[in-house]
Nanobody
């Protein structure tokens, strides 16, 4: 069993910053890809940033220059530094790990439960 637990969501004013964390636990051998997804109220979930085990990152156009994804492989943790936040960044942020290779040789895709970010004055 592998679990992802996000934290760091909060209410923040426009222009502010937040740092989200996502920690993986369980029978993990390796996590190759990780990503952060944003689901705004009433909209579909969208990928905002991803990073590989080799630290190659990609970003949605809407967050380029404002968000930074990083990971600590030793801690099985991925972070999302969010700067210059806008009201449209409001929503639930989900962490995704895909693929995860377990110690018993399974390949999984795992989602976290989400953390709420609200950008409002």
């Amino acid at each position: 069993q592998v679990q992802l637990v996000e934290s760091g969501g909060a209410l923040v004013q426009p222009g502010g910053s937040l740092r989200l964390s996502c920690k993986a636990s369980g029978s993990i051998y390796s996590i190759e890809g990780t990503g952060w997804y944003h689901q705004a109220p009433g909209k579909q979930r969208e990928l905002v940033a991803s990073i590989t085990s080799g630290f190659r990152s990609t970003y949605a156009d809407s967050v380029k220059g404002r968000f930074t994804i990083s990971r600590d492989n030793a801690k099985n943790t991925v972070y999302l530094q969010m700067n210059s936040l806008k009201p449209e960044d409001t929503g639930v942020y989900y962490c995704n790990a895909n693929p995860v290779f377990t110690t018993d040789l399974r390949r999984l895709e795992v989602w976290g439960q989400g953390t709420l970010v609200t950008v409002s004055s």
